[in-house]
């Protein structure tokens, strides 16, 4: 069973960046597609950013061009760097695999506020 632990959340003004990272548990992470999810209030959980293996990125319309997937598997670890960030941005961010199929992790909280 994978464990998840993601970290990096924060208050940020609109135009701000946060870097946000997952850090994952066994020993195959490399083979695996991540992905990062967001969930605002009231809302579903929404797929905004996916790295195959082999480091190939993909992103949801909403954050194509401020947001940037990125990973470590030396370190078995995720980033999601974040820029221009907006009010709309704020969400608990969480990492998974890219077809959301583990157990989910406590997330990292983003608010985007003036």
């Known amino acids: 069973q994978v464990q998840l632990v993601e970290s990096g959340g924060g208050l940020v003004q609109p135009g701000g960046s946060l870097r946000l990272s997952c850090a994952a548990s066994g020993s195959i992470f490399s083979i695996y597609s991540m992905g990062w999810y967001r969930q605002a209030p009231g809302k579903q959980r929404e797929l905004v950013a996916t790295i195959t293996s082999g480091g190939n990125t993909n992103y949801a319309d909403s954050v194509k061009g401020r947001f940037t997937i990125s990973r470590d598997n030396a370190k078995n670890t995720v980033y999601l760097q974040m820029n221009s960030l907006k009010p709309e941005d704020t969400a608990v961010y969480y990492c998974?695999?890219?077809?959301?199929?583990?157990?989910w992790g406590q997330g990292t909280q983003v608010t985007v506020s003036s």
């Open positions: 998974n695999h890219r077809s959301g199929i583990w157990q």
